[in-house]
């Protein structure tokens, strides 16, 4: 079992700036394939950053440029460095992680991944 939990949601100006993070524990070995992704209000789930174990990555068009995944050295916590926030980015914001491998991560696919965070509200208003 992998247990994710998320922090640094919160309210913004449009134009802002937030910083999300995320905490892996558990049986992490192989877990190699990590994501964000965020869910509005009535609309589908929606994947907006991978990051493979290389260090390779993966953007949504929605948020390229504004939205940068990271993660740290030892490879229990994830970041999701989001700039220029504007109102369409108002959302529910969930971590996740999977065993995928090479072929398919990173991706921005939901079935790749098999564990998730509780989500951290982010509201861009003025």
């Known amino acids: 079992q992998v247990n994710m939990v998320e922090s640094g949601g919160g309210s913004v100006q449009p134009g802002g700036s937030l910083r999300l993070s995320c905490t892996l524990s558990?049986?992490?070995?192989?877990?190699?394939?990590l994501g964000w992704f965020r869910q509005a209000p009535g609309k589908e789930r929606e994947g907006i950053a991978s990051?493979?174990?290389?260090?390779?990555?993966k953007v949504a068009n929605s948020v390229r440029g504004r939205f940068t995944a990271s993660r740290d050295n030892a490879k229990t916590t994830l970041y999701l460095q989001m700039d220029n926030l504007n109102p369409e980015d108002t959302a529910m914001y969930y971590c996740?992680?999977?065993?995928?491998?090479?072929?398919?991560?990173?991706?921005?696919?939901?079935?790749?991944?098999?564990?998730w965070g509780q989500g951290t509200q982010v509201t861009v208003s003025s």
């Open positions: 996740a992680a999977g065993r995928a491998g090479p072929r398919w991560c990173p991706g921005l696919w939901t079935h790749l991944y098999d564990y």
């Open positions: 558990g049986y992490t070995d192989g877990v190699d394939c």
């Open positions: 990051i493979y174990t290389d260090g390779s990555s």
